[in-house]
């Protein structure tokens, strides 16, 4: 109970360490940001997304200042609402990567012997799969969803999770603390995730946001060439729509600049915010 009580208080502390730098604050603010977009787009959105409200090709004006597409669908909405997909992907990679990842490299360091070695093994295998070629051969074979890129990005990127996740459990577990917790009763799924996961949380988050730009970055890649699934809304999609209907021939920058951006904002949110984790992490090690 003493353990469950104070992760909570750890994490905000882990929060604040974060932001106690410059660089730190943005990305925490970049982050958050569009998190706020993604939540309040029906609010914040001038027009519904898929609403034909302006003349097709319309250059940005005080009605829609990011102008329209070819069928009149205001492309700032459509950016805002876009942030909803991008953003699902992200966090939902990110969070089954972490997850798949520090329970395999949890088994593994605890247990050690036959069981780890078979893991680290299976581990092994996956890491040496290629991620965009495979992405490319399953989105061309298999019918193109979310689901689908977040299912295989979480299972090609949890192995470098695991690896890190077990070699700090192998150090962690001959510490005292986990002896005295063996002593009190606990079973190796308590030790394991209420003594042992605590004290792995910041490689967790570290690692979970590495995967969360990866996959937004190889879901609009796919998207872009067409590989990807255009009825879900997304920055990608924004971009193949813009090379599909010839706005880059037509020099409509504000098509296909502005989902490119959101794309870097993203990105540059969540690495600043992972390399002040691995400066925090280094700190307390």
């Not at 876009?82 to 605890?110: C, K």
């Not at 799924?189 to 995967?211: C, D, G, Q, R, T």
Request: glycine share 8%; proline share 5%.
């Amino acid at each position: 109970m003493m353990e469950a009580r104070s992760f909570p208080k750890r994490f905000l502390l882990f929060i604040s360490s974060i932001a106690s730098t410059y660089s730190g604050k943005i990305g925490l603010v970049l982050s958050i940001s569009l998190i706020l977009t993604a939540v309040f787009a029906p609010w914040v959105a001038p027009y519904p997304p898929r609403a034909m409200s302006g003349v097709p090709y319309s250059y940005p004006s005080l009605s829609h200042l990011l102008g329209t597409d070819d069928i009149g669908q205001d492309l700032l909405s459509q950016l805002i609402w876009a942030t909803r997909g991008s953003l699902l992907i992200a966090i939902s990679a990110g969070l089954l990567t972490a997850l798949a990842g520090t329970t395999v490299g949890l088994f593994s360091g605890y247990y050690g012997g036959r069981i780890g070695e078979g893991l680290m093994r299976f581990t092994d295998v996956v890491l040496v799969l290629p991620l965009l070629p495979l992405l490319i051969v399953m989105a061309a074979y298999f019918p193109a969803s979310i689901i689908l890129v977040i299912g295989v990005i979480s299972f090609l990127e949890w192995p470098q999770i695991a690896r890190v996740i077990r070699s700090q459990t192998l150090t962690l577990k001959t510490r005292p603390f986990v002896d005295a917790s063996k002593l009190c009763g606990m079973s190796d799924l308590e030790i394991m995730f209420k003594v042992l996961l605590p004290n792995l949380i910041s490689l967790v988050l570290l690692y979970a946001v590495f995967a969360a730009v990866t996959a937004v970055v190889m879901e609009s890649g796919l998207d872009f060439v067409g590989l990807g699934s255009i009825a879900n809304l997304s920055w990608g999609v924004m971009l193949y729509f813009a090379l599909a209907r010839f706005a880059m021939i037509r020099g409509m920058w504000w098509w296909f600049i502005p989902p490119g951006l959101m794309i870097a904002i993203m990105g540059t949110g969540f690495i600043l915010i992972g390399y002040e984790i691995e400066r925090v992490t280094r700190l307390r090690v």
